[in-house]
């Protein structure tokens, strides 16, 4: 998810000749690689959470006219004071019916990390049930900028223990990153020391393709850890850190989905400004 205080919460959209010039450029390789694979492109319900909020059926048929499959839905409870408030007041297999009733499907949605906590974990998974998630991702520990790495390796352990019973409960406990786990503590990387303390088999890991602005590239993740991960927050960045449309950015969005393979994603989400949806949506199905 992106950090809530980017860019008012978080270039005009490409005009459809440039979007057919740069569809036309594509490697014949890519343009059958999602299509031969069956890619599940969804989207997360963080960017376009007032949309949803005020016109929930209308929104995800929108959505879902583009092209889009899948939601990744954010805790009503958890995300209650930042925009998710209305779901509160949804019966949970209401939310799931509205969802379904549009042709899309929820495995997946973001918790607060409070949300794993020894007397929260029960009611997410119940809640995880209802909606019939296979995959609840913790949307980072929201430490303060004075934690140190132990502080976060303290973290990453109460995440394993919660996700015992995820694991129990039938389903995969995930761990979504944001640009601060890509600083580094005591000469290492955040990121490199979760890693190392997350249970491979209990926590997987959702990877935000944004750190590209900080040098970061997903696809060299995915080899580096081979089948740790379970999912990937897609947007596509101009070499001077602009937004664009998945395909019209600096991401070699070919060595990605091959390299994904190799991490072990299972679901993509693209998370972007509303008005970027439509162009990242045509683009992806068109490899």
Same mark, same amino acid.
């Given at each position: 998810?992106? &950090?809530?205080?980017? +860019?008012?919460?978080? #270039? &005009?959209? #490409?005009?459809?000749?440039?979007?057919?010039?740069?569809?036309?450029?594509?490697?014949? =390789?890519?343009?059958? !690689?999602?299509?031969?694979?069956?890619?599940?492109?969804?989207?997360?319900?963080?960017?376009?959470?007032?949309?949803?909020?005020?016109?929930?059926?209308?929104?995800?048929?929108?959505?879902?006219?583009?092209?889009?499959? @899948?939601?990744?839905?954010?805790?009503?409870?958890?995300?209650?004071?930042?925009?998710?408030?209305?779901?509160?007041? @949804?019966?949970?297999?209401?939310?799931?019916?509205?969802?379904?009733?549009?042709?899309? #499907?929820?495995?997946?949605?973001?918790?607060?990390?409070?949300?794993?906590?020894?007397?929260?974990?029960?009611?997410?998974? =119940?809640?995880? &049930?209802? @909606?019939?998630?296979?995959?609840?991702?913790?949307?980072?520990?929201?430490?303060?900028?004075?934690?140190?790495?132990?502080?976060?390796?303290?973290?990453?352990?109460?995440?394993?223990?919660?996700?015992?019973?995820?694991?129990?409960?039938?389903?995969?406990? !995930?761990?979504?990153?944001?640009?601060?786990?890509?600083?580094?503590?005591?000469?290492?990387?955040?990121?490199?020391?979760?890693?190392?303390?997350?249970?491979?088999?209990?926590?997987?890991?959702?990877?935000?393709?944004?750190?590209?602005?900080?040098?970061?590239?997903?696809?060299?993740?995915?080899?580096?850890?081979? !089948? +740790?991960?379970?999912?990937?927050?897609?947007?596509?960045? #101009?070499?001077?850190?602009?937004?664009?449309?998945?395909?019209?950015?600096?991401?070699?969005?070919?060595?990605?989905?091959?390299?994904?393979?190799?991490?072990?994603?299972?679901?993509?989400?693209?998370?972007?400004?509303?008005?970027?949806?439509?162009?990242?949506?045509?683009?992806?199905?068109?490899?």
């Amino acid at each position: 998810m992106k &950090q809530i205080n980017r +860019r008012s919460f978080l #270039t &005009q959209t #490409t005009k459809a000749a440039g979007a057919a010039i740069v569809l036309s450029q594509l490697p014949k =390789q890519l343009l059958a !690689g999602a299509a031969e694979n069956n890619l599940p492109i969804g989207f997360q319900s963080w960017t376009v959470k007032d949309k949803l909020s005020a016109d929930f059926p209308g929104t995800l048929k929108m959505m879902a006219d583009m092209g889009y499959k @899948m939601i990744e839905m954010c805790s009503p409870k958890g995300y209650a004071q930042i925009g998710f408030g209305a779901f509160t007041l @949804m019966k949970t297999a209401d939310i799931k019916k509205t969802i379904n009733d549009a042709g899309l #499907t929820c495995p997946s949605c973001h918790f607060g990390s409070a949300e794993f906590a020894d007397d929260k974990i029960d009611d997410s998974i =119940q809640f995880a &049930q209802d @909606m019939g998630l296979t995959q609840m991702i913790c949307s980072t520990f929201w430490l303060l900028k004075t934690a140190t790495l132990d502080d976060y390796k303290a973290a990453a352990e109460k995440l394993n223990k919660a996700a015992e019973k995820i694991k129990a409960a039938g389903m995969q406990a !995930g761990f979504h990153n944001h640009e601060f786990e890509f600083a580094k503590l005591d000469g290492q990387l955040i990121y490199d020391a979760l890693m190392k303390t997350f249970d491979s088999n209990l926590v997987k890991m959702q990877f935000q393709t944004e750190v590209i602005n900080l040098g970061y590239k997903a696809a060299d993740y995915f080899k580096k850890y081979p !089948g +740790r991960f379970i999912s990937s927050h897609l947007s596509d960045w #101009t070499a001077d850190k602009k937004e664009a449309p998945v395909g019209q950015g600096v991401i070699d969005w070919k060595e990605f989905f091959a390299a994904a393979k190799i991490g072990g994603v299972k679901n993509f989400f693209v998370e972007m400004d509303p008005d970027k949806f439509k162009d990242s949506a045509a683009y992806i199905h068109a490899m």
